[in-house]
């Protein structure tokens, strides 16, 4: 994710003037509306490589080793030449690992009933998202049939609550335009910052990286300063709220003394807001596995953006009130989904720990969802049906009072009497520091109202089966829309 020894690029100048020209081009190489970019997130930071880019193998009935293209003279491949399963290599120093060739995927560990399987049913296979494999996928030489092109959401959109939910999704989700919009920014903020922090670096994280944004979402910054000494949150973020007084391009600036402080402060004449915390790495590690999960089934964002949604309208989404924060939301969305008979989705870090080792540098993150091959679930839901499922599920399935939400585990761990879990209201598993991310609830009058709601909007839903009756889908779009 962030390599060194890059050529600076070509700075284009914002329409409304509010950032000067930073000395180098940073910006986020990836494209929210295109699948095929799901493995190939490549944020450019002070000095860079040249671009990576991968594209989507084409699929067949009879997957064939992908050939090795070879390179002369040193000079770069023409657009003829190119092999969709080559990957482009990346001009770095000699002492830096080579990018390897594509591999052979073998299972993790003994087949599971939701692992990738031959079938002689198109049908069982035809959520599988064609476009988001990494580049180091090679179909295995077990794997014989995959269909042609359910890479459309409408391949789960057959009834009307589930239509609802993609044209909410569609509507709503974050554009690359949006995503410009909050790079240039960070961009200009790693400059004035290494002003005062020279070794400081500035990364976007959150919903703004993992696919799950809204147009609307707000934009998280982590500064990593590293050091043998690890400095006080507080006092950085105090410094640098001086500091950002002199900016132009900001304003309402406001430090949050919270567990994990914050900078809080909006681009200038907008009403994009940032939320700035020192050296949170593991915001870092879980946006890169959220995002690994968001582009493995085709109907795992749309879910997951209209179930926040939906909790934002009915008050239940606001950690700082003493209900659900939106991680702890998504966190809870993907273990309903891992714990179906049939699961949509499996556990990543259980399958895949070389991945996701929670001690791996941070600059590496990134990386290691690339050697993920696609997960192919034999679950067909709609969306509509996972939608009322997911409000089931916790309106009359699961256990408060007894289970612990691991989507690590991709399952329910029963509740122990450790301090973590002891008189908890609700126990939901950080996947890293796998501490209680649902620790904000901590009044029973919170909690009664969470499970209230579940069960009434599951008792709606399931009465009508139209997102209109919990959810006013078009004040939403037109919110969002505002934003354009």
């Keep these: ?19 000067p020209p930073p000395q180098v081009s940073r910006h986020y190489e990836y494209n929210h509306k295109r699948l095929e970019c799901a493995n190939s997130f490549q944020p450019l930071e002070l000095e860079r490589l040249s671009q990576y880019k991968w594209n989507s193998p084409p699929f067949t009935a009879t997957p064939v080793p992908p050939p090795r293209l070879p390179m002369t003279n040193g000079r770069k491949r023409q657009n003829n030449e190119y092999s969709p399963h080559a990957v482009k ?25 939701n692992k990738v399987v031959a079938e002689s049913s198109r049908s069982s296979l035809v959520d599988f998202d064609h476009s988001s494999p990494g580049p180091f996928f090679h179909c295995h030489s077990q794997v014989l049939v995959v269909p042609e092109s359910p890479n459309s959401l409408q391949t789960f959109a057959k009834d009307k609550l589930s239509s ?32 005062v922090y020279a070794v400081g670096r500035l990364y976007l994280t959150g919903s703004s990286i993992n696919g799950l944004g ?28 001086n500091v950002f007084r002199s900016l132009s391009y900001v304003e309402r600036i406001q430090l949050i003394r919270a567990k994990v402080p914050i900078l809080r402060f909006r681009e200038k004449g907008s009403e994009l807001e940032f939320d700035l915390n020192i050296n949170n790495t593991v915001g870092i590690r879980n946006t890169f596995l959220l995002r690994s999960y968001a582009y493995a089934d085709l109907r795992i964002r749309p879910m997951i953006l209209v179930v926040k949604k939906w909790a934002r309208q009915h008050q ?41 080792n929670p001690f791996m540098e941070v600059d590496m993150v990134p990386e290691g969802p690339k050697n993920i091959p696609p997960y192919i679930s034999r679950n067909q839901s709609s969306l509509g049906q996972l939608l009322l499922g997911f409000l089931k599920y916790y309106a009359t399935e699961f256990r408060w009072d007894k289970q612990v939400i691991s989507v690590r585990e991709a399952t329910a761990l029963p509740k122990t009497n450790s301090n973590e879990w002891k008189n908890k209201f609700i126990c939901v598993e950080e996947p890293f520091e796998r501490n209680n991310v649902a620790r904000a609830v901590h009044e029973k ?40």
């Design 1 to 19: 994710m962030f390599h060194r020894n890059a050529a600076p690029g070509v700075w284009r100048a914002p329409r409304d003037g509010l950032y």
């Design 89 to 113: 290599r990346q001009r770095i120093d000699s002492s830096h690992p080579q990018v390897v060739s594509p591999l052979p995927w073998t299972p993790p560990h003994p087949p599971r009933p």
């Design 164 to 195: 609802q939910m993609v044209e909410l999704f569609e509507a709503c989700q974050q554009q690359p335009l949006d995503l410009e919009r909050k790079e240039l920014c960070r961009a200009q903020l790693q400059q004035d910052i290494q002003r």
């Design 214 to 241: 809204c147009r609307t979402s707000d934009a998280d910054l982590c500064l990593v300063i590293q050091g043998n000494k690890r400095p006080d949150p507080i006092s950085v973020l105090s410094r640098l709220k």
């Design 316 to 356: 239940i989404n606001d950690a700082s009130k003493g209900t659900l924060s939106s991680y702890t939301l998504v966190l809870m969305v993907l273990h309903y989904l891992q714990t179906r008979k049939e699961p949509v989705l499996p556990s990543l870090q259980r399958d895949y720990p070389e991945c996701f």
């Design 445 to 484: 009058i919170k909690f009664d109202a969470i499970k209230a709601q579940f069960a009434e909007s599951f008792r709606i839903l399931k009465l009508n089966m139209d997102l209109n009756s919990i959810l006013p889908i078009r004040a939403i779009i037109n919110k969002e829309s505002s934003r354009r």
